[in-house]
Nanobody, 125 residues
Framework: QVQLVESGGGSVQPGDSLTLSCVAS????????MGWFRQAPGKEREFVAG????????DYADSVKGRFTISRDNSKTTVFLQMNNLTPEDTAVYYC??????????????????WGQGTQVTVSS
């Protein structure tokens, strides 16, 4: 049974930084692409960032390029999302996700098979 458990969300002020973590279990983590998505109130869920299982190649949404950094530690089956210079537009529930197949690098709108429960990030002054 695959489980993805996010943590690290919270309430911060504009310009602050926050790091999200997602611990995975039940899958061969080192062979799976891992992604972060977010969903703001009243909006559709959107892709934020993703990272390949090897070589740590990263994909980013244009809205977060230069501010967010995705990374992973395969020894700890954990993927991170470092978020800098946060703005109110970054307020959302952030989800960790992975495709249902290993060695697959999905596009931002492709289906992901596994999802975490989400962690709330609120950016407000």
């Amino acid at each position: 049974q695959v489980q993805l458990v996010e943590s690290g969300g919270g309430s911060v002020q504009p310009g602050d930084s926050l790091t999200l973590s997602c611990v995975a279990s039940g899958l061969a983590f080192e062979t799976y692409y891992m992604g972060w998505f977010r969903q703001a109130p009243g909006k559709e869920r959107e892709f934020v960032a993703g990272i390949t299982w090897r070589r740590n190649l990263a994909d980013y949404a244009d809205s977060v390029k230069g501010r967010f950094t995705i990374s992973r530690d395969n020894s700890k089956t954990t993927v991170f999302l470092q978020m800098n210079n946060l703005t109110p537009e970054d307020t959302a529930v952030y989800y960790c996700a992975s495709p249902s197949e290993h060695y697959l690098r999905p596009g931002p709108n492709d289906n992901y098979g596994y999802w975490g429960q989400g962690t709330q990030v609120t950016v407000s002054s």
